[in-house]
């Protein structure tokens, strides 16, 4: 019998145990209002829209931050090394700012300032696989923003 407690159905992607725990949950949580959900499918949608652009930008930039070095010259070489350390700037300040936010908000809902955490724990894997998106969007992001038009180099 404990194994049909624990059954995953992999099918849908849920357990047993994670369908009755959600169904019976009795708090009052705000994952269960009708604005955050409207706000998480506006979210996702955007998502789903920024993912496919993220392919579009990468064909921008002619694939120059996934490239190997070996297939750069050293001209874009540099290009794209400054850029990761541009990149990678914006990432180490979005994750300290990431890290204090959670960090305050534990502090509040320890003190008695605020209800409930804001970063509950079926949170926390949706907000690591963003890290890792962001980690592997930015570069690109960072390369077409600072990469000149090829009308312009090619005039220069």
Avoid at 59 to 73: F, H, N, Q, T, V
Avoid at 85 to 96: D, E, H, K, P, W
Avoid at 131 to 156: D, I, T, Y
Wanted: charged content about 20%; proline content about 3%.
């Amino acid at each position: 019998m404990a194994s049909q407690d624990n059954k995953f159905y992999w099918a849908h992607g849920v357990s047993r145990e994670e369908v009755n725990r959600a169904l019976s949950d009795q708090k009052n949580s705000v994952l269960y209002r009708q604005n955050t959900r409207r706000s998480l499918v506006i979210f996702a949608s955007l998502s789903i829209v920024a993912l496919v652009l993220h392919f579009v930008l990468r064909k921008s930039c002619r694939l120059i931050a996934e490239a190997p070095a070996e297939l750069l010259d050293e001209r874009l070489l540099d290009i794209r090394n400054q850029n990761y350390v541009a990149s990678y700037g914006i990432l180490a300040f979005v994750v300290g700012l990431a890290v204090g936010g959670v960090w305050m908000s534990d502090i509040a809902f320890d003190s008695g300032m605020i209800d409930e955490p804001i970063l509950h724990r079926e949170l926390i894997t949706p907000f690591v696989i963003a890290f890792f998106m962001l980690g592997a969007l930015l570069p690109n992001m960072v390369l077409a923003w600072n990469l000149p038009s090829e009308e312009q180099s090619q005039s220069q």
